[in-house]
């Protein structure tokens, strides 16, 4: 029995050395470097196009995330330019306006000034500056007493002697105004 798988071992050897030296066809060798060379081009596929991207792209599983981030956009760009257009329609045209004329108008080109009364306004601001500085300011404690006293004897019927305490006090403060500083006495 041990000669027999020997004697087979020697056969298969035999056999082995005798096939190895031939060499296959010349066809064959064409036909494997063809398939070769064709597999090969099917791992770099050729450059798509724009819109094949994007399809390619679109249709992909994490398509939804693509479009609501798409819409997304598009709707923030819609608000913002809706609200700005809306507030440009709503500026007024001078902002020292009555509340009446500042409601929605159509825009319309400015006029110029026809007259320098604008001037005249900015001449006027210090002066009113200063006297509502004046009215801010506390009034000193003898024009508060001698205030008192007025009201006093007007409460009390003695109209002459108020109205010659007021005219002292008028002198001795010109920018005062003592009928109106008589009326917010009690504020005071």
């Keep these: 029995m041990n000669e027999q798988p020997q ?3 020697e056969l298969v050897l035999r056999h082995v050395r005798e096939q190895s030296r031939e060499q296959p066809s010349a066809a064959l060798d064409a036909r494997i470097l063809a398939a070769a060379t064709h597999a090969a081009a099917d791992q770099h596929p050729k450059p798509q196009g724009f819109w094949q991207r994007l399809l390619n792209g679109l249709s992909d599983a994490s398509a939804r995330r693509r479009w609501s981030a798409a819409f ?3 709707a923030l760009v819609g608000v913002g330019l ?3 257009l809306r507030t440009l329609e709503q500026a007024p045209d001078r902002y020292d306006a009555p509340v009446s004329t500042l409601q929605r108008q159509a825009p319309i080109a400015l006029p110029a000034p026809a007259s320098p009364a604008p001037v005249a306004e900015m001449a006027e601001v210090p002066k009113t500056m200063a006297r509502m500085a004046a009215k801010a300011a506390p009034l000193p404690q003898d024009v508060q007493n001698a205030l008192r006293e007025i009201a006093e004897l007007r409460a009390q019927g003695e ?3 108020a ?3 007021m ?3 008028k002198a001795e403060h010109p920018a005062l105004n003592v009928e109106a500083e008589l009326q917010h006495l009690p504020e005071r």
Excluded: F
Aim: proline residues 0%; glycine residues 16%.
């Design 7 to 9: 004697d087979h071992d």
């Design 72 to 74: 997304g956009c598009l």
């Design 82 to 84: 809706g609200l700005s």
């Design 159 to 161: 109209g002459e002697e």
């Design 163 to 165: 109205e010659r305490r």
């Design 167 to 169: 005219e002292r006090l």
